[in-house]
């Protein structure tokens, strides 16, 4: 198992940032990829995005153009940066350690969370 340690989160206005880490630990061989799943206040999930131990990433529609995701895989942490925040990006944001093969991405167990909240 993989523990996840997800930090970051907090309240901010519309139009702003924040910057989300996470540093995974334990089992990490194997991970081929890392992302972020966030679930709404209505407990709907959405893969926010992903990214390979070789670079490729994947974004939701949703946050396109706004949040990039990044690694260092040195240190076995995963960011999800934040721009030009929305309310709706309201929501508890999970890190997930997984796999990539193939265009697809496979995904493991889930972090405690970090609650990001945008107020308009």
């Known amino acids: 198992q993989v523990q996840l340690v997800e930090s970051g989160g907090g309240l901010v206005q519309a139009g702003g940032s924040l910057r989300l880490s996470c540093l995974a630990s334990g089992s990490t061989f194997g991970i081929t990829a890392m992302g972020w799943t966030r679930q709404f206040p209505g407990k709907q999930r959405e893969l926010v995005a992903g990214i390979s131990s070789g670079g490729s990433t994947y974004y939701a529609d949703s946050v396109k153009g706004r949040f990039t995701i990044s690694r260092d895989n040195a240190k076995n942490t995963v960011y999800l940066q934040m721009n030009s925040l929305k309310p709706e990006d309201t929501a508890v944001y999970y890190c997930?350690?997984?796999?990539?093969?193939?265009?697809?991405?496979?995904?493991?167990?889930w972090g405690q969370g970090t609650q990001v909240t945008v107020s308009s």
């Open positions: 997930r350690p997984g796999s990539y093969y193939a265009g697809t991405y496979t995904w493991g167990n």
